[in-house]
């Protein structure tokens, strides 16, 4: 585990404070210090490896996780904002150990190539599928327009969230 | 996160407002975190405490009253307002603002009330609230007041609050029947980005225009010396023209890494052009 930052004590509290939350169906409960961001806290107390971090700023999306529904940064959202909340990341989204029909999607259609990207993508995904089953390209652009991408040309990413749409709506497990 | 700070999420407002009274300076107000997080990591800001608002009962309300007014909570969020029927039924600038504004994913925790707090000179909702003249409703312990929009903003990320004051709702009157609005954004890229220029125009039903720009003088401005000047001939077939021609004595644009001076006062016509012709033509959608 990463060393904390130490208290200085000059400017406030860094107590510890305990926080509730479920974590890709899971109950968590840890003691974490205010300023640590949900992103670190999944990283870093989960060891959930998948969130990633690239600006750290809310520009780039790596770090896209689901929160109570809502795709969100998690970068720019502090651990204790979760508390009671439900979090989703992209080891929540297989299931069973195999991949969901999303996921394969995007191996099919080579909507990944370095693949650090890709679990923001498919969490931004996620959420769109989740409000709507049948997006439009313009819908999908606009859900993924946060989500950077210097490899594919996103167009392969398109492809893989139209076809994992299709057969969500097709009735096969997510 | 750099920085080091507490944590308070009160459940009440009245707690909310003792805590500001008692520490002014050092406390920071804590909406949707997309600027003031940003600002921390970066060691602009370093408060010692956040405030986090979202738990007030009152931040969350969003209610439209009818001939009155849309109530806006500290804590209703931009894509809230980007996918409300309502507002793109009344308030359609305000509705074309918030779908501009960042990503999807910061649209989620951003807030309008965090928006004008954070006063950017580049605010993309401040030109929607400005031309449906806006209130910003304030608390503090000792006691409460209304401020119009066009007096909230003194410069560049400065307003008229005070370190122990909170913004607890933002109220938007009804444009009643007939009102026609729009916000036209230009970014460097296709993508989200901030704005180069943002510009907001509304067409009332008795066919007054109210006009506003942000990205184009140190704080979002009502242009009411172009509206007087418009306004005072009536609305013709003409009047798109003369605002392009003339909105450049009206705004003091820089240059900065997004545009040069110049672009901007090109930009400036040509959005506000096409904004009074979307409303001439009857308000379908830019
Ligand atoms: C990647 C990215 C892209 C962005 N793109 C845009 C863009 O295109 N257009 C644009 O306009 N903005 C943009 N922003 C800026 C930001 O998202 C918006 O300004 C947002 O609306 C701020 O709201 P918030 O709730 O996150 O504010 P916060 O960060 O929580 O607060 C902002 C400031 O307001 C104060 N504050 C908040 N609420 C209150 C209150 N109720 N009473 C008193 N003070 C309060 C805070 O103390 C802080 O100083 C972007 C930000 C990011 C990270
Ligand atoms: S790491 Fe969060 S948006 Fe880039
Ligand atoms: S696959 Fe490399 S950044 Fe998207």
Do not use: W
């Not at chain 2, 300076?25 to 949707?32: D, F, H, I, N």
């Not at chain 2, 184009?216 to 242009?223: E, I, M, N, S, T």
């Not at chain 2, 545009?259 to 033509?281: F, P, Q, T």
């Amino acid at each position: 585990m990463r060393e904390q930052p130490s208290n200085t004590g000059e400017t406030g509290g860094t107590d510890r404070v305990r926080l509730s939350c479920v974590v890709n169906g899971e109950k968590v409960s840890a003691l974490v210090e205010p300023h640590l961001t949900l992103l670190s806290f999944l990283r870093q107390e989960l060891k959930l490896l998948g969130v990633k971090e690239g600006c750290g700023e809310g520009e780039c999306g790596a770090c896209t996780v689901i929160m109570n529904g809502n795709a969100v940064n998690s970068c720019l959202t502090l651990a204790l904002e979760a508390e009671g909340a439900r979090i989703l990341t992209v080891e929540g989204l297989s299931n069973g150990g195999g991949l969901s029909a999303l996921q394969e999607e995007f191996v099919k259609h080579d909507a990944l190539q370095c693949g650090f990207c890709t679990p923001g993508m498919l969490m931004s995904a996620r959420a769109l599928l989740d409000r709507n089953p049948d997006p439009g390209t313009e819908e999908i652009k606009e859900a993924v327009a946060g989500n950077l991408c210097r490899c594919t040309g996103y167009y392969p990413i398109l492809e893989a969230i139209t076809a994992a749409a299709k057969r969500e709506r097709e009735g096969e497990q997510r | 996160m750099v920085g080091s700070f507490d944590y308070l999420r009160p459940q009440s407002l009245a707690e909310a407002l003792e805590f500001l009274h008692k520490q002014p300076e050092t406390c920071r107000v804590l909406a949707g975190g997309t600027d003031l997080l940003v600002l921390i990591r970066r060691s602009v800001a370093s408060p010692a405490h956040l405030l986090d608002i979202k738990a007030l009962p009152e931040t969350g309300r969003f209610e439209y009253t009818l001939g009155e007014g849309l109530l806006i909570g500290a804590a209703v969020t931009v894509n809230r307002l980007a996918e409300s029927p309502l507002v793109r039924e009344k308030y359609p600038a305000l509705a074309d603002a918030a779908g501009a504004l960042a990503t999807y994913q910061v649209r989620n925790r951003a807030t309008l009330v965090g928006n004008i707090c954070n006063a950017s000179p580049g605010s993309d909702l401040a030109p929607a609230l400005l031309v449906f003249e806006a209130r910003v409703r304030v608390k503090s312990l000792n006691g409460s007041r209304e401020i119009p929009i066009d007096e909230f903003f003194t410069g560049v990320k400065k307003t008229v609050l005070k370190p122990d004051e909170l913004v607890t709702e933002v109220f938007l009157p009804d444009p009643g029947e007939g009102d026609k609005s729009v916000y036209l954004k230009q970014g460097r890229v296709k993508g989200h980005d901030l704005a180069v220029a943002g510009v907001a125009v509304r067409l009332t039903g008795s066919k007054k225009l109210c006009l506003a720009v942000s990205a184009l003088a140190p704080a979002p401005l009502r242009l009411r010396h172009l509206e007087e000047m418009l306004n005072a001939v009536g609305f013709d077939a003409v009047t798109a023209e003369k605002a392009a021609l003339e909105v450049e004595h009206f705004i003091r644009p820089i240059s900065d890494i997004r545009a040069s001076a110049e672009y901007r006062k090109h930009i400036a016509a040509a959005l506000l052009k096409r904004a009074i012709r979307h409303c001439e033509g009857g308000g379908k959608s830019a």
